[in-house]
């Protein structure tokens, strides 16, 4: 007689394995016998399961390595593991491997740059080396020098941070259910700022060459009295685009680049919105979500107001009040597909910010995350240790790290399953 197991269709199974609530259920069920890894590792159904079960939080890059979720979190199990197979150091990347800086994360691959060795200190922005690698695998791919014909057009450039001249970061893959290719394949954008406009370029994997996406004049971008050029800062991502925040000269605005048209515009912050305390998330039916952080107002109370613009309006939706603890000092640090991060500290230390300093001395900062799902706070990730008022130097820069699923299943194949 057959064993019930053994009646269970493929079609049964893969259903069955969609409604693993965590992706260490799915390793672990995968590692059960050859049939269900293959259904496990089969692309359709990995970018299924991503639809319903966005990437785990694992934990943060900054400029000390990588910081894991901690105990009791959901995803230290995980994030543990991660930690011990990845090598964060990134010490296969070209010599000397101390010069590279982490500059974005998404989806499992790191995005590093570096000045070249030889620039003389002008740090000249179409010279800057930009590395994309997997940290899991070891591997890397250091991009080629923009092309010279498309370098001529940044003219006059103008610092975007205190050691750059440029922005490079990944550029999401689209998970729209349709056979998106090879998985190893990415695209990063470099965008510089200069006096009369704003210049970007874009690099594909796929044909390892640079082209020119998208430019603007800036006094295309305002008419009337003002300041030609506006600061931007603050980069964010929502359904296909990337958002900045404007210098107080352009107050209320974002500047949007839509990815799919790799084109410029501006958009409208909601009413009072705070622009250095914001965090853009994908809310539904290709809604752009914002949390905006407010506190120490006339009551004294501290909370996150969370509103929703929906596809094709210019209108902003209040849909929720989070309050916060008020004896703390919250700072907004970023957000991925499904969480917003927060990082607190007591209310009686300097509201100017805090670094993760290497002295002896200091106190703890607590790193949290709110599921934009949810809209639950959950418990502390990591813990910040030796924090200390920062000055715009100590900036942390900070990014997700997502499991990518095919990888563990993949690497445990026959070998014995790790402790997850």
Known sequence: MASPAAALTDDIVTEILLRLPEPADLVRASAACVPYRRLATDRAFLRRYRALHPPPLLGFLDHNGFHPALSPHAAAPVARAVSLAADFSFSFLPSPADRWIV??????????????????????????????????????????????????????????????????????????????GDETSFEVIWMAQCKAKLVAFAFSSATGQWRAVASLLWRDLRSGAGPVRPVIYGRQYAHGCFYWTMDWHWPNKLLVLDTRRMAFSVADLPPDCKRRRIAIVEAGEGGVGMFTLRDHVADGEVSLHYTVRQDGSSHWQMEKIIPLDPAFRHYIRGATERYVLLLRFPEDLSSSGVHVSSSEEGIDLECFSLDVKTLQLEKPICIYEKCYRYDQSGRLRMAQFCLKLKTLVRKIGKEELPDL
């Open 103 to 180: 500059r974005d994360a998404r989806g499992g691959r790191v995005l590093l740059d570096r000045a070249p060795e030889d620039d003389g200190g002008e740090g000249s922005p179409v010279s800057t080396e930009v590395a994309v690698c997997d940290p899991l695998h070891r591997r890397c791919v250091v991009l080629p020098p923009i092309p010279d014909d498309l370098a001529a057009s940044v003219e006059h450039p103008v610092r975007v941070e205190f050691d750059r001249w440029c922005e490079a970061f990944l550029v999401p893959r689209a998970d729209d259910g349709t056979d998106a």
